[in-house]
T-cell receptor, first 113, second 108 residues
């Protein structure tokens, strides 16, 4: 079956701009989580969506937002980009109930200049 | 908030040596998962441990879950160059909370 698809794979943005990243989960998976990965910081949780509802939110500023559509696809948006937002953004999907194994996409590498 | 601590942060070994990474939580975990991320890749699920004291093996990899369900370890016997990557533990509190990982380098 198709894996988790993230688009775009690479992005270069300027400070102050905004960006939208997309994630298509594995068919049948209703939970989508987003993580920010930077060197030395591991995977920091941004938010999780389940059946179009935000179920959990990490400790990130309000510039980071997301949503999930009825087909489980998810987007995350970062407004007013800062240099420190440069990172690999990973999306992970799971069935979301008792089956919690996370399947990760390849990620979107965002560079803010 | 919930967090998991992982040590060591880096480990360099000669091919054929053993490797162990440890994961500790300040609170009891319902379960713990382990992932491996190859350089330039994305995390890939390895295993989930649920029961207190559980031990699971996958070929040269041995995973343990502590009796108190607050710690876990991953041990690799006789490392190979294919073992290179970063190993993460993740505690399930809904959502998964990841440790910072242990980066393993294997010198041939």
């Amino acid at each position: 079956k198709a894996g988790v698809t993230q688009t775009p794979r690479y992005l270069i943005k300027t400070r102050g701009q905004q960006v939208t990243l997309s994630c298509s989960p594995i068919s049948g998976h209703r939970s989508v989580s987003w993580y920010q990965q930077t060197p030395g910081q591991g995977l920091q949780f941004l938010f999780e969506y389940f059946s179009e509802t935000q179920r959990n939110k990490g400790n990130f500023p309000g510039r980071f937002s997301g949503r999930q559509f009825s087909n489980s696809r998810s987007e995350m948006n970062v407004s007013t980009l800062e240099l420190g937002d440069s990172a690999l953004y990973l999306c992970a999907s799971s069935r979301g109930s008792t089956d919690t194994e996370a399947f990760f996409g390849q990620g979107t590498r965002l560079t803010v200049v | 908030g919930q967090q998991v601590m992982q040590i060591p942060q880096y480990q360099h070994v000669q091919e054929g040596e053993d490797f162990t990474t440890y994961c500790n939580s300040s609170t009891t975990l319902s379960n713990i998962q382990w992932y491996k991320q190859r350089p330039g890749g994305h995390p890939v699920f390895l295993i989930q441990l649920v029961k207190s004291g559980e031990v699971k093996k996958q070929k040269r990899l041995t995973f343990q879950f502590g009796e108190a369900k607050k710690n876990s370890s991953l041990h690799i016997t006789a490392t190979q160059t294919t073992d290179v990557g970063t190993y993460f533990c993740a505690g399930l509190w809904t959502p998964l909370v990841f440790g910072k990982g242990t980066r393993l380098s294997v010198i041939a």
